[in-house]
């Protein structure tokens, strides 16, 4: 059973912290991963993809790939209330497939 | 551009009735991807169809759901004798034919079409 694993959280930081996001696989193969933010009652929306070992930047967005230790996590730099959602973690397990595996996600809360 | 389009937004069904859910994907794209959340839950595959062919139903429940996505018009949830337990919200997605250089494609969600079941 292909899996994906995140803390339900909720994480809360304050306003203006690094807010740390994590994201376990159970599969060496997979060679796509994804994080998608979900506001309550809204859709899922793409926030980072990342393909290889390291870290990607995007503006106030860094996400991690260590591949070797099934691992991707997200930070999130100077957090805002705004940033309060659910975060999910999307892995592709299979390059046959588009299919994606989400965990359940983390609640993020952003203190003012 | 549009983006992906479900209908119906809201959904109300009494038990044994059947519900239909539509979903157009983004123009262009040949992949459409459904998903089930349960409240509080995350997104549960359910199904992965392309033109007239279903790729994926792993997901799907072996009895009363049934998904399609014809040559032409939007692709089809289906669930037949509705039960209380189906109550939940509904997420297309699609994506376009897979990058050259790319893993998976990125997926963009529909707004979601949320069922209930009285």
């Known amino acids: 059973q292909k899996e994906v694993e995140q803390n339900s959280g909720p994480l809360s930081v304050p306003e203006g912290a690094i807010a740390s996001l994590n994201c376990t696989y159970s599969?060496?193969?997979?060679?796509?991963f994804f994080w998608y933010r979900q506001y309550s009652g809204k859709s899922p929306e793409l926030i980072m993809s990342?393909?290889?070992?390291g870290d990607k930047e995007d503006g106030r967005f860094t996400a991690q790939l260590n591949k070797a230790s099934q691992y991707v996590s997200l930070l999130i730099r100077d957090s805002q209330p705004s940033d309060s959602a659910t975060y999910l973690c999307?892995?592709?397990?299979?390059?046959?497939?588009?299919?994606?595996?989400f965990g359940t996600g983390t609640l993020l809360a952003v203190q003012p | 551009n549009a983006g992906v389009m479900q209908n119906p937004r809201h959904l109300v069904r009494r038990r044994g009735q059947e519900a239909r859910l539509r979903c157009s994907p983004v123009?262009?794209?040949?992949?459409v991807y459904w998903y089930r959340q349960l409240p509080e839950e995350g997104l549960k595959f359910m199904v992965y169809?392309?033109?007239?062919?279903?790729?994926?139903e792993s997901g799907m429940p072996k009895e009363r759901f049934s998904a399609e996505f014809p040559k032409e018009g939007p692709s089809i949830l289906r669930i037949q004798q509705v039960v209380r337990g189906d109550s939940a919200a509904y997420f297309c997605?699609?994506?376009?034919?897979?990058?050259?250089?790319?893993?998976?494609?990125?997926?963009?969600f529909g707004a979601g079409s949320r069922l209930t079941v009285l």
């Open positions: 997605a699609s994506s376009p034919d897979r990058g050259r250089d790319s893993g998976a494609n990125v997926l963009t």
């Open positions: 599969d060496r193969v997979s060679q796509s």
């Open positions: 990342i393909y290889s070992n």
């Open positions: 999307a892995v592709n397990f299979s390059g046959a497939t588009n299919k994606l595996i």
């Open positions: 123009k262009g794209h040949s992949h």
């Open positions: 169809l392309q033109k007239e062919n279903i790729i994926d």
